[in-house]
Nanobody, 124 residues
Framework: QVQLVESGGGLVQAGGSLRLSCAAS????????VGWFRQAPGKEREFVSA????????SYADSVKGRFTISGDNAKNTVYLKMNSLKPEDTAVYYC?????????????????WGQGTQVTVSS
C-alpha cells in the first residue's frame, strides 16, 4: 500500500498562494489516482481536486476551479496542489488520498490511502 505525506501548508493572507505537496512512498504514484480533500472545523471532509492515473485528466470542485491546479511529478513521486487567490473560506486541513489506477473521484470513500493532513490558514 502506498504511504502519503502532505506538506506545504501554512498561514497566508487572502489573495496569496501556497503549493501543497503529497509525497508517496512504497508504491509508484503514477499507478494511482490522487485526490485532494479538505476539512474545516465542524464541517465534513470535502472534495477539492483529483488527478487520474497517469495524470491524463483532472477535476476540481466548483469552489476552487480557476484558482487551484493539481499536477504530478513522476520523477519525484509527488502530486502537487497549487493554490492561488486564496480566500479565508479555504482555511482547512488538506489531505491527499490515493486509489489504484482509474480516474480521480470526488468521493472520499473511493480512496484507500490517506496522508495525515497539512493545515492551511488564510487570514482576511
Amino acid at each position: 500500500q502506498v504511504q502519503l505525506v502532505e506538506s506545504g501548508g501554512g498561514l497566508v493572507q487572502a489573495g496569496g498562494s501556497l503549493r501543497l505537496s503529497c509525497a508517496a512512498s512504497g508504491r509508484t504514484l503514477s499507478s494511482y489516482a490522487v485526490g485532494w480533500f479538505r476539512q474545516a472545523p465542524g464541517k465534513e471532509r470535502e472534495f477539492v481536486s483529483a488527478i487520474s492515473w497517469r495524470g491524463s485528466s483532472a477535476s476540481y470542485a466548483d469552489s476552487v476551479k480557476g484558482r487551484f491546479t493539481i499536477s504530478g511529478d513522476n520523477a519525484k513521486n509527488t502530486v502537487y496542489l497549487k493554490m492561488n487567490s486564496l480566500k479565508p473560506e479555504d482555511t482547512a486541513v488538506y489531505y491527499c488520498a490515493a486509489r489504484p489506477y482509474g480516474s480521480g473521484s470526488s468521493s472520499p470513500n473511493d480512496y484507500g490511502s490517506w496522508g495525515q493532513g497539512t493545515q492551511v490558514t488564510v487570514s482576511s
